[in-house]
């Protein structure tokens, strides 16, 4: 997994690919020697790693889960649309909160993606970890993030993260309806 996140963006964006420069208007034709670089379209890339450390993070929550006696928790699309949707806000605003100025409480947030009938939820936050494993290790020695991940009345888990700036963001959203 580290080992991916180190080689997928040098291989993205290190790729550079090669077009022909535009036809001259006048004569219609293109000088063959000038090429210009072509960026190539990362958004796949970055979703697929996003997508792969956020499964990371549920993996890793339910093997705290399980050896701390409760069950593991199902992925849910609404709460990690909700934790993806936190996790881009607090990192374009540069700040980590559960509630930045203007933005829905956390509960109206979890309802607006989705997660409707809902009966209890929970979140947890962090910026600049740099893998699932390191911010996995930092929840469990906090006695607040610790006492979410192991609620066992809590069934549901959306994940979101988001590389902003160089900097990983994180978010953890759990429900129960």
Not at 1 to 22: C, E, K, Y
Not at 88 to 100: E, N
Not at 117 to 126: L, M, P, T
Not at 162 to 172: A, E, N, P, R, Y
Request: hydrophobic share 45%; proline share 6%; net charge positive.
């Amino acid at each position: 997994m580290i080992r991916l996140l180190a080689v997928v963006p040098f291989l993205v964006l290190g790729l550079g690919l090669l077009a022909p420069a535009p036809a001259d208007a006048a004569t219609g034709t293109t000088t063959a020697a000038v090429l210009r670089p072509v960026a190539p379209d990362v958004a796949p890339a970055r979703r697929l790693v996003q997508r792969d450390m956020e499964d990371r993070i549920l993996a890793l929550t339910n093997q705290q889960r399980v050896s701390n006696g409760c069950r593991a928790l199902r992925p849910s699309k609404h709460l990690r649309r909700a934790a993806r949707r936190h996790t881009v806000t607090m990192a374009r605003a540069g700040v980590m909160s559960h509630q930045l100025p203007g933005e829905a409480s956390f509960s109206a947030r979890i309802s607006r993606a989705g997660y409707r009938g809902w009966s209890r939820v929970a979140e947890n936050i962090a910026r600049g970890f740099s893998s699932p494993e390191a911010v996995m290790t930092a929840w469990m020695e906090s006695p607040g993030h610790r006492q979410n991940i192991l609620n066992c009345r809590l069934r549901e888990l959306g994940v979101g993260v988001v590389l902003s700036d160089d900097q990983l963001w994180w978010t953890q959203d759990f429900g129960r309806r």
